[in-house]
């Protein structure tokens, strides 16, 4: 079973851009979740996505933005791009019910704002 | 925000020891996973444990929760060189289950 893919792999982008990254979950799982990693404030998430609705919300600005298709896969994007963006997005898939089960990860967006 | 903290913040030791690395959290939870990121990479998935579970062993590893004291430990018995790598517990919250708030990890250094 292919795992969580995540394109692209790196980007580098300048201030003020806008950036889409993509996540393709596990086959099977109806959520996905996306976090962001900073050396400075570890690994927070940004937001939820189950059968194409957002269920949950971290705090973030407004921004920072997500949609999920009927494939289950998920992109999430960022506007005006500022320097402190620059991180690496992580998105996690799991089956997505209530109940208790593990969310899996891809390897990541390392995404570099110039 | 981090909802805990790991202890040690960083650990070396020699191949073939036991590593130990403890998780505290703050808020009531209905699972606990641990997870190995290697080099800023992505996360992988090592273990889940439920709030109802005391203890948990897969392959090298055992995790324990102690819910009474809001902590989790991971061991990793007679570790090798490739277990190098930054070690996060992740709980999940009632109400929240698929948003999981991420400690600060321990960086476990295993020297051959």
């Known amino acids: 079973k292919a795992g969580v893919t995540q394109t692209p792999r790196y980007l580098i982008k300048t201030r003020g851009q806008q950036v889409t990254l993509s996540c393709s979950p596990i086959?099977?799982?109806?959520?996905v979740s996306w976090y962001q990693q900073t050396p400075g404030q570890g690994l927070q998430f940004l937001f939820e996505y189950f059968s194409e609705t957002q269920r949950n919300k971290g705090n973030f600005p407004g921004r920072f933005s997500g949609r999920q298709f009927s494939n289950s896969r998920s992109e999430m994007n960022v506007s005006t791009l500022e320097l402190g963006d620059s991180a690496l997005y992580l998105c996690a898939s799991s089956l997505g019910g209530q109940g208790l089960d593990e969310a899996f990860f891809g390897q990541g967006t390392r995404l570099t704002v110039v | 925000s981090q909802q805990g903290e790991e202890d040690p913040q960083a650990l070396s030791i020699q191949e073939g020891e036991n590593a130990t690395m403890n998780c505290s959290y703050k808020t009531s939870i209905n699972n606990l996973q641990w997870y190995r990121q290697n080099s800023g990479r992505g996360l992988v998935h090592l273990i889940l444990?439920?709030?109802?579970?005391r203890e948990k062993h897969s392959g090298r590893l055992r995790v324990t929760l102690d819910t009474s004291k809001k902590s989790s430990s991971l061991l990793i018995t007679a570790s090798r060189a490739a277990d190098t790598a930054s070690y996060f517990c992740?709980?999940?919250?009632?109400?929240?289950?698929?948003?999981?708030?991420f400690g600060s990890g321990t960086q476990l250094t295993v020297l051959p």
């Open positions: 992740a709980t999940g919250s009632f109400g929240s289950a698929r948003q999981l708030t």
């Open positions: 086959s099977g799982h109806r959520s």
């Open positions: 444990i439920r709030s109802n579970e």
